[in-house]
């Protein structure tokens, strides 16, 4: 059974950047899909990007594009997103999810694996 572990979220000045850390651990077959969700105080969960590991294509949502940059190591079990450019609006609980596939915009429901998720504070 797959298990997803994230990593980096912390208490941030608008402005700045951070990297997020999701490693897996457990897979028969490597996910064919994997992406970040985020759920910001009081809303709904959120898609922000997505990467297809066997294409190498990335998807944004508009809020992020330009902004974060999903990628993945070579051993494809670490994947990781870069926020740059930091504003409060990005605030909230950030989660790596698993698929055998997915489509765009993101459905949580394609995703069978979740990690624990893991906390981005942007302060103005």
């Known amino acids: 059974q797959g298990q997803l572990v994230e990593s980096g979220g912390g208490s941030v000045q608008a402005g700045v950047s951070l990297r997020l850390s999701c490693a897996a651990s457990g897979f028969t077959v490597s996910p064919r899909c994997m992406a970040w969700f985020r759920q910001p105080p009081g809303k709904e969960r959120e898609g922000v990007a997505r990467?297809?590991?066997?294409?190498?294509?990335?998807t944004y949502s508009d809020a992020v594009k330009g902004r974060f940059t999903i990628s993945q190591d070579n051993t494809e079990t670490t994947t990781y997103l870069q926020m740059n450019s930091l504003s409060p609006e990005d605030t909230g609980m950030y989660y790596c999810a698993a698929a055998r596939y997915c489509f765009w915009p993101l459905r949580q429901s394609d995703f069978a694996f979740w990690g624990q998720g893991t906390q981005v504070s942007v302060s103005s």
């Open positions: 990467f297809i590991p066997v294409t190498g294509i990335t």
